[in-house]
């Protein structure tokens, strides 16, 4: 039963920023899981809550936000921890990247000391080591002369390679999960595919898990095992990335895929979805989506639905899940 | 660097000059005759030639201003008319004990300012940021000088800790020294340190919001090294442009402080030579401060340059 | 039957007061601001009211009462001539705020017209800038003190001395406001319009500059009122038959130890005027940021 369990598990997550309020919380209600070596893309718009749930697996949210639900990490409750505790997670067992490479990296010390630091957190090794392992890291990262840009400021860095610091941080303690937070949007395009292709190396490279946060269909189809959509707080759909890109059971997702470019075609599908997500202080009394959903029914500006499974894997949060397949298409 | 350095000191020539002349023209602001206000209503015609005379008021005033800038150059500030000595050399044997108060007193507000500023931060909206925000405006809205006062009448009066004034050199006492200087120097550190404690807090604010510190934190770091050195490392850089600001209100304060306490320094030379009408005292303490200061700030200047990598380091792609 | 006349007034009203509240909800809601308007409008109020809080004279002697520590007879105390230093201080404060209004009142229209002038045209900005940098070289308190001591004692003598300080630097604050909103696409409109370089500067310059101006003025206020005392304190402001706060402090020093509220109290006088300016001043900053003001127009 251990062994099967899942690396990162997260059940009813709800996270408040205005308790009491009456607005919609960030994130309201989401479960999922990651396992071991896996790379799950969570996706969405802007203010779909999935760097707010990121962030509260990482135990970064401010104080001021309510949290509830249960996040556990190897089978250990990452809620219940002290602050001792979480820094023992933090950089060692979990890493995280975050999107903007530019302003990531402390500007007045050298990107050596902030690798060997980090390092030095959590493993007993002596400055000489740290740096040459530090460097080594830099050279995985795909950073040349290792050992001279260990001297250099993040300012004499351009973003792509800022970014690899970064990476190169987040993996320095061979952490179980990566967290990366859109980690390629501020990028250059050709840029955005090394990283890709980098990380997607590493993680074969160091065995870790990925959970990566983006908004763009093309990274998901590029390395994504498993996909969670998320719309305005809640779990749109959940399925392996096969059944999201041939057969999606969310309108939403369906959305997303047709306003994606096409990877791997020149042509461009260029349908949008109309509309924009709900205002949180006054949301529509059903499904979050029906204003915006070409499939909306009567009911569905009635009725909230819940996520629920469809067929084999595949959970939707859509009342007509089940037509989606059979060729009702917008 | 040095071109940097280099540009800063040409850069201050202009300001320099004006400076000087304007230290100069202080005597021309004199109403009526200069002479009759310095020498006062018991001065006979020959000691009014005589001032005149010395300070060179008899001669024309292409003359004069010429005499000034030669002798200037020759590190000349005149005589004082009180000490009967060079301005210059009194002003030089003063100076060590100013200098030794103010940096005194620049330590008092380092570790106050930046300590209160920074629990303030850390506390943003709580009541221990509202008390310092409070400390750090009454300390700005107090007069130094009835603050100075108030501490004679607790700790020399009332409590009988300190000496009401007076001063010991270091090199003979040192605890004669601290108990000389201690009331001047915090007397003195208490404004600047409400003006560090506002720009640390405002400062460590912004910086607590940056992406850095996010990242510092997701590595898994101490509090203390998020704090205490991703944070200040970046919290110290506008502080060091703000001592040149801190320098110049404690100089320009000591001339009280030093007064009132008795402490022989360059301020209180200049009390008394206000007090007493030694106009060539005036001005030259004015040019000699002035000058000091700006020769400071291009110091700072350099010094934040050379602190900031984004400077310092040139290069990136 | 007068009836619907009341309602007409009673109509009208609401709208010129909610504008009038609209308008000065931001203010207070800003704790600053309400702080420092009642300790300002405190001082104010005891300067203006003086005749009706105390019925003794400032300079009124009674050797019978010298130095009484406060009492209920004497509220703050008497001093070394028996002179009630409540009447003293409310006395002293119409020298000392008179003092701090002048200097404002100077700066405002010398720093907005130099200001102005090194703002809009370019060819004077050098020379207008380099003066200001020099003047602002000097430590503000140490060149009060050397011209207030070429001048020689008087109240004029504190004025003309202070304004020599702050005027520079509320020229600064003035002129680099201008040399924003001179780029601004509605001056670009109404200099190619063809509107005097006067009437752009009246009608659309300065308006613009007013709240980093109004801001400035306030901490001008405090900064005088605090170098007026140091001024008085060296004898360099008014004549001792005045008593400003200043004066006040200076002349308690020598009874320090038999009467030190002669020097507490003045003080206290101060700090609140001074503390009160400040906290309007940061209040003022809080509601009029100068970069939203320049974003809206």
């Known amino acids: ?330 | 660097m040095i071109g940097y350095t280099l540009n800063r000191l040409l850069q201050a020539i202009p300001v320099l000059f004006l400076v000087s002349l304007f230290a100069f023209g202080i005597i021309y602001l004199i109403p009526g005759d200069a002479a009759t206000v310095i020498g006062g209503p018991t001065a006979t015609a020959a000691d009014l030639e005589q001032i005149r005379r010395n300070l060179g008021l008899d001669q024309p005033f292409h003359v004069q201003i010429l005499t000034f800038y030669t002798n200037l150059f020759q590190g000349d500030l005149g005589r004082s008319l009180l000490l009967g000595i060079p301005v210059t050399e009194a002003l030089i044997q003063r100076s060590p004990i100013t200098v030794g108060i103010a940096i005194y007193s620049l330590a008092i507000t380092i570790v106050f300012g930046l300590i209160t500023g920074i629990v303030a931060a850390l506390n943003h909206n709580k009541w221990l940021d509202q008390a310092a925000t409070l400390f750090a405006l009454v300390g700005v809205s107090l007069p130094n000088f009835w603050l100075a006062l108030v501490m004679i009448v607790i700790f020399s009066v009332y409590l009988g800790w300190l000496p009401t004034g007076g001063y010991v050199p270091f090199t003979e006492d040192p605890v004669g020294w601290l108990r000389t200087t201690t009331m001047p120097a915090v007397a003195l550190a208490l404004l600047q340190a409400g003006l560090l404690t506002r720009i640390t807090r405002s400062t460590m604010l912004e910086v607590l919001g940056q992406d850095y510190i996010r990242t510092a934190r997701a590595k898994g770091l101490s509090e203390w090294q998020v704090i205490g050195q991703h944070a200040l490392a970046n919290v110290m850089m506008p502080v060091v442009t703000v001592m040149g600001l801190i320098l110049s209100v404690l100089l320009s304060g000591s001339i009280i402080i030093e007064t009132i306490f008795g402490v022989p320094g360059i301020g209180a030379l200049m009390g008394n030579a206000i007090m007493s009408r030694d106009y060539p005292m005036v001005q030259g303490g004015l040019f000699f401060i002035t000058a000091a200061l700006l020769l400071l700030n291009i110091v700072i200047d350099v010094l934040y340059t050379w602190l900031d990598p984004r400077i310092r380091v040139k290069g990136g792609d | 039957m007068a009836a619907p006349d009341m309602l007409d007034t009673v109509g009208e009203r609401p709208g010129a007061l909610a504008r009038v509240r609209a308008g000065a909800a931001p203010f207070l809601r800003n704790r600053a601001f309400v702080t420092g308007a009642v300790l300002f409008g405190f001082i104010v109020f005891a300067t203006a009211a003086t005749p009706l809080l105390t019925d003794a004279a400032p300079n009124e002697l009674s050797i019978r009462d010298r130095f009484q520590p406060p009492s209920l007879q004497f509220l703050l105390g008497t001093d070394n001539l028996g002179r009630d230093m409540l009447a003293r201080v409310l006395y002293g404060a119409r020298l000392s705020l008179g003092i701090g209004l002048s200097v404002v009142l100077i700066n405002a229209l010398l720093g907005v017209a130099l200001g102005a002038l090194a703002g809009y045209y370019s060819r004077l900005d050098d020379i207008l800038m380099r003066i200001a940098d020099a003047l602002m070289a000097f430590p503000a308190v140490l060149l009060a003190i050397g011209i207030a001591a070429a001048l020689g004692p008087s109240a004029v003598t504190a004025v003309v001395a202070l304004s020599v300080v702050y005027v520079p630097r509320t020229a600064r604050v003035v002129r680099s406001s201008v040399l924003v909103v001179r780029e601004l696409d509605f001056v670009q409109a109404a200099r190619a319009g063809g509107a005097t370089d006067l009437r752009i500067l009246r009608r659309h310059v300065l308006p613009n500059c007013l709240a980093p101006l109004i801001v400035q003025l306030s901490f001008v206020f405090a900064y005088a009122v605090l170098s007026e005392a140091v001024l008085s304190f060296l004898g360099l402001g008014a004549p001792p038959t005045v008593p400003s706060w200043g004066i006040l402090i200076s002349e308690g020093r020598a009874y320090l130890r038999e009467a030190p509220w002669l020097t507490i109290v003045p003080g206290i006088a101060i700090a609140i005027t001074a503390l009160g300016l400040n906290l309007l001043g940061d209040g003022l900053r809080d509601v009029l940021d100068p970069r939203m003001k320049v974003e809206q127009g």
């Open chain 1, 1 to 330: 039963m251990k062994a099967d369990a899942p690396l990162l598990s997260i059940r009813d997550l709800v996270v408040d920023f205005a308790p009491g309020s009456g607005r919609l919380p960030a994130v309201d209600g989401v479960s999922f899981d990651i396992g071991a070596r896996e790379l799950v893309c969570v996706v969405g718009e802007s203010g779909s809550g999935k760097s707010v749930s990121a962030l509260a697996v990482m135990g970064l949210l401010p104080e001021t936000a309510a949290v509830s639900g249960a996040i556990s990490f190897e089978g250990r409750d990452l809620r219940a921890l002290t602050r001792r505790q979480w820094r023992s997670v933090r950089g060692q067992q979990i890493g995280m990247i975050f999107q903007e490479p530019m302003t990531s990296l402390n500007p007045v010390f050298p990107i050596g000391r902030q690798l060997v630091e980090t390092l030095r957190a959590h493993e007993r090794m002596s400055l000489r080591a740290s740096r040459d392992r530090a460097a080594d890291l830099l050279d995985q990262v795909g950073i040349p002369s290792p050992r001279q840009r260990l001297d250099d400021y993040p300012h004499q860095l351009s973003g792509g390679m800022r970014q690899r610091v970064m990476i190169a941080i987040a993996l320095s303690c061979s952490p179980r999960l990566l967290i990366a937070d859109e980690p390629t949007t501020a990028l250059d395009v050709t840029i955005q595919g090394q990283l890709l292709d980098l990380l997607n190396d590493l993680r074969e490279t160091f065995a870790t898990a990925i959970l990566l946060i983006t908004h763009n269909m093309g990274v998901v189809a590029e390395v994504a095992d498993r996909v969670v959509v998320m719309y305005s707080g809640r779990i749109a759909e959940q399925a392996d990335v096969f059944s999201i890109f041939d057969a999606p059971r969310h309108p939403y997702t369906e959305g997303l895929l047709a306003s994606t470019p096409d990877l791997f075609s020149t042509e461009r599908r260029l349908t949008t979805i109309v509309g924009s997500m709900p205002n949180p202080a006054a949301p529509p009394p059903g499904c979050l989506f029906a204003p915006r959903c070409p499939l909306a029914l009567d009911m569905c500006a009635r009725e909230r639905p819940e996520l629920r499974s469809v067929v084999g894997g595949q959970q939707s949060a859509c009342l007509r899940a089940e037509q989606m397949a059979m060729g009702d298409k917008p």
